[in-house]
């Protein structure tokens, strides 16, 4: 497994842009799919992107699909999601997730998590 640690949540007024970090442990950082997920109060958590270990192919949900890119720097251990346009309906908790094969969307099927970012867009 691989650990996680997210970073760079916060407060931002809509139309507003914020870049979400996620750092993993390991040298083995290039073979793993890496996504994002969100949970947002009383809902369930989300899929928003993922990307593969190269970072050759990327992901997106629709409701995120041109707001929001995700990216890695292998050198450096992380995965990054750049959020632009930002709407009140993107506040939640964002997660990483990690797994040797990419997992699609449904949360069950990636195996490390990071312990979350918070979120809050303001309208």
């Known amino acids: 497994q691989v650990q996680l640690v997210e970073s760079g949540g916060g407060l931002v007024q809509a139309g507003g842009s914020l870049r979400l970090s996620c750092a993993a442990s390991?040298?083995?950082?290039?073979?793993?799919?890496m996504g994002w997920f969100r949970q947002a109060p009383g809902k369930e958590r989300g899929f928003v992107a993922a990307i593969s270990g190269s970072g050759a192919r990327t992901y997106y949900a629709d409701s995120v699909k041109g707001r929001f890119t995700i990216s890695r720097d292998n050198a450096k251990n992380t995965v990054y999601l750049q959020m632009n346009s930002l709407k009140p309906e993107d506040t939640a908790v964002y997660y990483c997730?990690?797994?040797?094969?990419?997992?699609?969307?449904?949360?069950?099927?990636?195996?490390?998590w990071g312990q979350g970012t918070q979120v809050t867009v303001s309208s």
């Open positions: 390991g040298r083995t950082f290039s073979s793993y799919a």
């Open positions: 997730a990690a797994d040797l094969v990419y997992g699609g969307t449904r949360p069950s099927s990636w195996g490390s």
